[in-house]
Structure formats: structure tokens, C-alpha cells
Antibody, heavy 120, light 110 residues
Framework: QVQLQLSGPGLVKPSQTLSLTCAIS??????????WNWIRQSPSRGLEWLGR?????????EYAESVKSRTIISPDTSKNQFSLQLNSVSPEDTAIYYC??????????WGQGTLVTVSS | QSALTQPASVSGSPGQSITISCTGT?????????VSWYQQHPDKAPKLMLY???KRPSGVSNRFSGSKSGNTASLTISGLQAEDEADYYC??????????FGGGTKVTVL
């Protein structure tokens, strides 16, 4: 049974960096069949895919155009987890953030979701 | 990139069938058979109901089925039940190696 445990601060100040971590159990971040995603949800933007990382002989990183210039998603093989770093945040980045595993282009396991508020 | 287009709401009586459409472009829904559907109940994470247009994950009722024609994918729920009342989202892989979601459809069981 795959489990994803999300951690990180619930409050970030404008212009600062939002950092979240997703710890994986029951699978490996280095899996050759899975990809590891960050997705957020807000009333104004609905569900929004932010990006993902996956390993296929080498590491791949894919990002949504809307956040590409200020986002880094990185794996940590020593801790079997992956992280999201979103720079220069504004109140528009306030959302529930999810991490999720996808196989065959469907996210079958999701973390519990965490509300991140951007406010001074 | 614009979100996929879904109707805001769909309703039906118990036992009926309903269909939710998801319209994209030739660069996403129309290009790949990588369309997924998610069910979300209030304050819960989305749950994968269909992937690769028509495939059901283990444990998902066969009352849920999917199809695609051109740039439009569809989710059909047959034998509608009270527990099916939720928000439903489609998503698709795109030719830009990104994923986009639909705006969501609220299903109401009358």
C-alpha cells in the first residue's frame, strides 16, 4: 500500500519561498514506472498541476508553464521523498497543495493535502 | 494553457445514467489517450476513477465508464447512487509534456 505524507509550513510570507516535502512509503521515488507530482487546488484556480519528477534511466522534471520559472521539484533518494520549492510567492499561491503518484497518466495515490496560506 | 472544459453541474435521479463531457484540443485530449477522471468529495483528496480514457483502477465500480471522440472525452455514471454525489474532474497529458485539468463538474443526485 503506497502512502504519501506531506509536510511543510502552512503560512508563507509574500515574496518568500514555499517549500513542501512528500515522504513516500510503499514505493520508491526512483521507480521506473511511477512519476511524482505536485498539484494544488484553490477556489479561484480549481485543480492545477504544478509539475512532476520521475526516473527513466535519468531524472526527468516537467513543469506547468504558469509556474515553470519559479518552481523546482526534486527527488531525495536517500530519504525516499520529493519536494516542491515555489519561489516569489504571492497571495494567488494560497491553495491546498497535494503530492501524488501517477502511473499510466493517472494519479492513483495522493497525499493528505495541506493548506498553504500566503500572507504577511 | 487553458483548462479543459467541463459543464459546471450535472444532475440525475437515483438509478439513472449521467454523462460528463471534457473538451480539450488536438494538443491534449485529441492527441493522447491519456485522459483521467477524478472524483472528489468535500474536504477529501481526489480519487482516481478512470485512466487512459477507459481503464478503471482496482476497486472502482464498473458503473463508471469512459470514452473519447476527437477532442472530447466523456465519463458516464450508470445506476446513479447517492454516494456518487461529488465533484468530478478530468485531466489530460499534453503535447507540451504537461498535465491539465478540467474546471470540475458538480454531480447532484436528486
Amino acid at each position: 500500500q503506497v502512502q504519501l505524507q506531506l509536510s511543510g509550513p502552512g503560512l508563507v510570507k509574500p515574496s518568500q519561498t514555499l517549500s513542501l516535502t512528500c515522504a513516500i512509503s510503499g514505493d520508491s521515488v526512483s521507480s521506473n514506472t511511477a512519476a511524482w507530482n505536485w498539484i494544488r487546488q484553490s477556489p479561484s484556480r480549481g485543480l492545477e498541476w504544478l509539475g512532476r519528477t520521475y526516473y527513466r534511466s535519468r531524472w526527468h522534471h516537467e513543469y506547468a508553464e504558469s509556474v515553470k520559472s519559479r518552481t523546482i521539484i526534486s527527488p531525495d533518494t536517500s530519504k525516499n521523498q520529493f519536494s516542491l520549492q515555489l519561489n516569489s510567492v504571492s497571495p494567488e499561491d494560497t491553495a491546498i497543495y497535494y503530492c501524488a503518484r501517477d502511473i499510466d497518466a493517472g494519479c492513483d495515490y495522493w497525499g493528505q493535502g495541506t493548506l498553504v496560506t500566503v500572507s504577511s | 494553457q487553458s483548462a479543459l472544459t467541463q459543464p459546471a453541474s450535472v444532475s440525475g435521479s437515483p438509478g439513472q445514467s449521467i454523462t460528463i463531457s471534457c473538451t480539450g484540443t488536438s494538443g491534449d485530449v485529441g492527441f493522447y489517450n491519456y485522459v483521467s477522471w477524478y472524483q472528489q468529495h468535500p474536504d477529501k483528496a481526489p480519487k482516481l476513477m478512470l485512466y487512459d480514457v477507459t481503464k478503471r483502477p482496482s476497486g472502482v465500480s464498473n458503473r463508471f465508464s469512459g470514452s473519447k471522440s476527437g477532442n472530447t472525452a466523456s465519463l458516464t455514471i450508470s445506476g446513479l447512487q447517492a454516494e456518487d454525489e461529488a465533484d468530478y474532474y478530468c485531466s489530460s497529458y499534453t503535447i507540451s509534456s504537461t498535465v491539465i485539468f478540467g474546471g470540475g463538474t458538480k454531480v447532484t443526485v436528486l
